[in-house]
């Protein structure tokens, strides 16, 4: 009789990394060092089978493609290149940290990359190439930025979470703040709004408020997400309340 097959690792609780998995048999590694925002510093990725491996200094992280959610590929709110974004359902390990999500900067002057994977040749500025692979071997699709276009012609609007500066991208399905290395995602399906109207001042703000997915059967509840966005350009504010409306997000007690 043919042995029984191997039992599935077990869903990490909340807040912990999950399982490591095995990276299994190498596809492809990109020559070049890639600078990441998170986890900040210079990783030399490999792509394998089950998961990729960010070669660092210190540590090696493995990020399996089961748990990536998304691949987003965004311009810089500044109009300085584009960034990749990589959610996972669950952290990973990174030492005796974790990480949530990848977050890569490809600048205009950066030397572009180029490899091939499973026969199809990937080239481009890092971002690019390392979103498309993400996308490929974690079937998923590549999104990008939505309809909504800023007055200014960037692709996102610049604000600050307290004291740090901050960019709101109003995507498809959900909107997404970068606060420095940090990425927020909140789906409009899930998205409380307070919309505090600029009156006198030349700014408005946004608190926003998003309430956590469903956790697994047997796994601790989470916590809704909480954020509060300042200085938000005073011409954007009737744009920005109407596109969350239209969306279906709960602004100011609409639903």
Known sequence: APPPPAAAAPAAPAGSAAPLDRPGALLVELASDLSFLSPRGKFRLSLNEGAAVLHGKSAEIAVPYRLVSRVLVLPEASGQGSLCVVTLA????????????????????????????????????????????????????????????????????????????????????????????????????????????????????LQLECAAADAPAGAPAKTALKLELSMLPANECDRVSELLQRKRANVNGSL
Do not use: W
């Not at 890569?104 to 498309?132: I, M, T």
């Not at 930025?145 to 600050?160: E, M, N, T, W």
């Not at 979470?161 to 991208?169: D, P, Q």
């Not at 909107?175 to 789906?187: C, D, G, I, T, Y």
């Open 90 to 205: 669950a952290p990973v390990a990174n030492g005796k940290s974790q990480v949530g999500h990848l977050l890569l900067h490809s600048k205009p002057a950066e030397p572009k990359v180029e490899c091939s994977l499973s026969g199809k040749p990937l080239c481009g500025q890092p971002a690019s190439v390392v979103s498309q692979a993400f996308a490929s071997l974690a079937a998923v699709e590549v999104g990008g930025i939505g309809s909504f276009k800023p007055f200014g012609g960037r692709a996102a609007l610049q604000c600050y979470v307290k004291a740090t500066e901050a960019a709101l991208y109003l995507l498809e399905k959900e909107l997404l703040v970068k606060e420095a290395s940090k990425v927020h995602v909140m789906p409009y399906s899930r998205l409380r709004v307070e919309v505090l109207p600029p009156d006198s001042r030349r700014t408005f703000d």
